[in-house]
């Protein structure tokens, strides 16, 4: 983990590589250690160590120092070896600090429960350390967001990064987004000589340039990295880097390590205004006592307020963040304030960034991460800060991740045809990279929703067209559309949001609303989804609805309250299907005359009608009642049972309750329960388009009566030898051919598809029900059987006729000459007079 780099490399008081140490090897190589000189401090002890391997303490010692100069140098693989030969020989007890830094290395390497194992036993020894148990808490998670990474896209930008180090990316000018700063200390830099902290060279202030251009794609082109300064102004021969700039870019706040011919001081905070093409002598922020570090700075676009990190005494640990302000930016910076213990920890918080004004971008390694310096982002609530949240992977790793900066130019993404939600960049000295610290670009893409269906008909599966689809997001957006002619809609990524639940209703005329509603939400995914939800509409019924039982006092009209319950079915219905105009039917038997029983029927609907009106306030507009006597004798949609005088009787499916069917039952109680069904309340669906407070009701069509054939002779056609007539089918007239010596009815699929999407048949009217229908496109399936209520042939009427759909028919039914027979009688064929005679 390399933190030479967050502090510009140098703490205070650094000798300059040139100075002179004469003295035993030793003891020059404890004095470029104790000055921070790790690359000749390592070489020193490389040299020293061997001439005192008799002295087995001091060589523990040396070999420790030679671990912690790798150390603190990046080199973790050589440093590992070392600290390694130290745990075999039990150095640990002597310096626990060997468990510390193991623990941090194997943490880096991924190696999560070695790692923990270390740090464990780094606790047992120094309890007093509160670092350990946030770093047994890191291994616990790192593990777990390793496994499962945000949705955070990470790629090294390759075009900026060299072999050397390149961190710390920041906008040159944040009101345009257009040109970007960074710090670097690759070949090229001002400062000439090596660093003697890290090896390599000094550090300078680097820019690069976005071109205008027709590329839309992100993060698009940039020009060649150039130093900022070529004058050495701005960038000299020290370390320069940690660039935060003003709004137009014409003002720099930057970090710089100053030194003379014989030392080199602390690190601290320095602006510098433009002048022209080139910059003007940057000038020291005092920010605290010259004997600490100052670095880091970020400025806010009033310029002023500055945040920064120091190890200035007071703070919580090694690096605190602090904020400091003034009153104009002529003036000096006061109020120098610690950011507090919600953001600083006993460890590091550096490179500290704020995007607009109310969230807080810090790294650290003192709070849960996955090791070395995370990311993390601190929300600021009434000028205080929340508990830091991790980045996670893959923003974050298990080595240091610093400097994250915000792109906030609206740019499409490819992929999902949507703006980015975040992009922007950030440096990380994590494994595979060009160099050491390098810098990375993120992209966080749109989550895309969609919610789409279909909506059928619950009786025939077939597509309902034109249906009206709402939804309501809990954002208190509301969108409608309506289905197409394959009973589709669909709502696109623009009406279907992140973290949205949206209330779904289904509405279409001749329409139950019942089963028409759904919830589908957006909360909790994490991946592009495409919702489903399909919908099955129950259509009103063609024949009328009869009402749970309603009895009556003999020759009274009156309601009794024990059957308002009855009624309530209606009710619901009505309340729950507000544009519904019903006529509400009584009936009565057929004993008295058709005088008594229309009046005493009319009386009965009418009080269920005022009970409805009066008591329950339903629209007097919206329900009719109409007493039909004996008019209209029931016809049972299903066989029925009816326990009468504790007997139980069944009528079957299709009986018509008339008065010759009654009388002609044998048993007196089974005619009573017969009569028992006839009489009924019942209502009828009139239509559906009632609008409140309208005094209009429409007049429904009564059906014409269908003429009575009374020969027995059927018209017909004879062409090639095939016979042709006109039957009725389900109360539709079509064309027919006769199939000789066969009981089979065949039915053209096309004619049967329509019935389908006409509701003349329903799902219920097939053989295998629901399996007759493919459920992938509403089509039936071709041999399916279904059953007919009737099919008719000049007067003659066959009921419950069993029939087989098929394709490829020149005609709408090819009718076996055998089940002619069997059903009507035997018949011959008059080719003269082109008849059908049935025998008499």
Request: overall charge neutral; proline content about 4%; aromatic content about 12%.
């Amino acid at each position: 983990m390399k933190f030479n780099r967050l502090i510009l490399l140098f703490l205070s008081f650094l000798f300059l590589s040139s100075l002179s140490l004469k003295a035993q090897p030793l003891k020059d190589a404890d004095n470029a250690f104790k000055y921070c000189q790790y690359e000749k401090a390592l070489e020193e002890y490389k040299k020293g160590i061997k001439k005192i391997k008799k002295n087995q303490i001091e060589t523990r010692r040396i070999t420790y120092q030679i671990a912690e100069c790798y150390r603190i140098m990046g080199d973790l693989k050589n440093a590992e070896k070392f600290y390694e030969r130290l745990d075999k020989k039990n150095y640990q007890k002597d310096n626990p600090m060997i468990l510390f830094h193991m623990g941090n290395i194997y943490l880096s390497k991924g190696e999560y429960d070695k790692a923990l194992t270390y740090y464990e036993n780094y606790k047992k020894r120094a309890p007093e350390d509160t670092r350990a148990s946030v770093l047994i808490e890191s291994c616990q998670k790192a593990k777990t967001w390793t496994e499962n990474p945000t949705r955070y896209e990470v790629e090294n930008f390759k075009k900026f990064n060299t072999r050397q180090d390149d961190w710390a990316p920041r906008w040159g000018n944040p009101n345009k987004q257009n040109q970007i700063i960074f710090s670097s200390n690759r070949e090229g830099s001002m400062g000439k000589g090596t660093n003697q902290w890290t090896g390599g060279g000094f550090s300078d202030i680097y820019k690069s340039d976005k071109p205008k251009s027709k590329n839309t794609e992100w993060p698009g082109e940039w020009s060649p990295t150039l130093l900022l300064d070529e004058n050495e102004i701005l960038n000299t021969f020290v370390n320069e880097g940690e660039a935060s700039s003003n709004a137009k870019g014409t003002a720099l706040y930057l970090t710089k390590c100053p030194q003379d011919k014989k030392k080199v001081y602390g690190c601290y905070v320095y602006y510098t205004q433009k002048k022209g093409k080139s910059w003007g002598e940057p000038e020291l922020i005092e920010l605290g006592p010259d004997s600490f570090n100052y670095v880091h700075p970020f400025i806010m676009e009033d310029e002023l307020t500055i945040y920064f990190a120091s190890n200035m005494p007071g703070g919580e640990g090694g690096y605190d963040l602090y904020r400091a302000t003034r009153t104009k930016k002529s003036g000096k910076f006061t109020n120098i304030k610690n950011l507090g213990k919600e953001i600083n920890t006993p460890a590091q918080e550096v490179f500290p960034a704020l995007r607009g004004d109310s969230v807080l971008y810090f790294s650290s390694d003192g709070h849960p991460g996955m090791g070395g310096l995370d990311i993390f982002y601190s929300k600021i609530v009434n000028d205080k800060f929340e508990k830091p949240q991790n980045m996670m992977y893959p923003i974050n790793s298990n080595w240091d991740d610093i400097g994250m900066m915000f792109d906030d130019a609206k740019v499409i993404d490819p992929k999902s045809k949507s703006e980015y939600v975040e992009k922007g960049y950030f440096s990380s000295n994590r494994p595979g990279g060009r160099g050491g610290d390098d810098i990375y670009y993120f992209l966080l893409r749109p989550l895309v929703f969609t919610l789409s269906g279909f909506v059928k008909d619950a009786l025939t599966l077939q597509y309902i067209d034109n249906a009206d689809v709402e939804i309501i997001g809990s954002d208190g957006s509301s969108f409608a559309t309506k289905t197409d002619i394959k009973g589709y809609y669909h709502f696109d990524k623009t009406k279907i949001l992140s973290n949205v639940t949206y209330k779904m209703k289904v509405t279409k005329s001749k329409y139950w609303e019942e089963n028409n509603t759904a919830t589908q939400t957006t909360v909790g995914l994490s991946e592009n989804t495409d919702l489903k939800q399909d919908f099955l509409l129950t259509p009103y019924p063609v024949e009328p609805i009869v009402l749970p039982e309603i009895l009556y006092d003999l020759d009274k009209a009156d309601l009794k309250p024990q059957y308002k319950d009855s009624l309530m079915v209606l009710y619901n219905i009505m309340v729950k299907n507000p544009t519904l105009v019903v006529e509400l039917r009584s009936h009565t038997d057929f004993r008295a005359t058709d005088e008594y029983n229309e009046d005493l029927s009319q009386r009965r609907a009418q009080s269920c009608v005022d009970f409805l009106i009066y008591e329950k306030g339903i629209a007097a507009d919206r329900i009719i009642p109409k007493g039909y006597g004996e008019y209209k004798p029931r016809k049972l949609q299903k066989d029925l049972s009816i326990v009468y005088n504790n007997k139980k009787f069944t009528f079957k499916k299709g009986t018509v309750l008339t008065e010759v069917y009654i009388t002609g039952l044998t048993s007196r109680d089974e005619q009573e329960a017969a009569n028992q069904l006839n009489r009924r309340t019942e209502f009828m669906i009139l239509r559906d388009d009632y609008v409140p407070k309208s005094d209009k009701i429409e007049e429904v069509e009564t059906p014409k009566p269908i003429a009575v054939i009374i020969e027995r002779t059927v018209p017909i056609t004879i062409e090639n030898d095939i016979v042709k007539g006109t039957c009725i089918a389900n109360n539709k007239t079509f064309n027919f051919e006769v199939l000789p010596n066969t009981t089979e009815v065949y039915m053209s699929y096309a004619d049967a598809t329509k019935f389908l999407k006409e509701m003349i048949i329903t799902v219920n009217d097939f053989e295998e029900k629901e399996k007759a229908i493919n459920a992938a496109d509403g089509s039936i399936i071709e041999n399916a059987v279904l059953y007919l209520n009737d099919l008719k042939i000049g007067d003659d009427v066959a009921e419950n006729v069993r029939v087989v759909v098929k394709k490829g028919l020149t005609s709408s039914f090819v009718i076996g000459g055998t089940f002619i027979s069997d059903e009507f009688g035997n018949y011959s064929i008059d080719s003269e007079r082109k008849l059908i005679i049935f025998n008499k």
